[in-house]
């Protein structure tokens, strides 16, 4: 089992950049794949990008293809999300994840079993 912490997120500016961080509590988190998902006001909750236990392949969704960078440190128990070129259509609550999948070529919200608490990021000028 495991539990996360996350920390991160805020306001930026269109362009802009933010980070968002998971660290995560209990055993075995190098055999997970972690995840980023997101949740803007009205509409469901989406993957975006998730990165595999086994050899750190990674995903990202169209939306956020080319402008966020997802990784992990299993000696610090410890996944990054890092955002560039941020753009208003990004604003949402942002959450990581952790799950015994790994797809690479989408996220599904009921492969994924343990959550972080969600952090806001907001985009505007």
């Known amino acids: 089992q495991l539990q996360f912490v996350q920390s991160g997120g805020g306001l930026a500016q269109p362009g802009g950049s933010l980070r968002l961080s998971c660290v995560a509590s209990?055993?075995?988190?190098?055999?997970?794949?972690v995840g980023w998902f997101r949740q803007a006001p009205g509409k469901e909750r989406e993957g975006i990008s998730s990165?595999?236990?086994?050899?750190?392949?990674?995903f990202y969704s169209d939306s956020v293809k080319g402008r966020f960078t997802i990784s992990r440190d299993n000696a610090k128990n410890t996944v990054h999300l890092q955002m560039s070129n941020l753009q208003f259509e990004d604003t949402a609550v942002y959450y990581c994840?952790?799950?015994?999948?790994?797809?690479?070529?989408?996220?599904?919200?009921?492969?994924?079993?343990?959550w972080g608490q969600g952090a806001q990021v907001t985009v505007s000028s």
């Open positions: 209990g055993r075995n988190f190098d055999r997970y794949t």
């Open positions: 990165i595999s236990a086994a050899d750190s392949s990674t």
């Open positions: 994840a952790a799950g015994w999948s790994y797809r690479p070529t989408k996220m599904y919200l009921n492969e994924f079993e343990y």
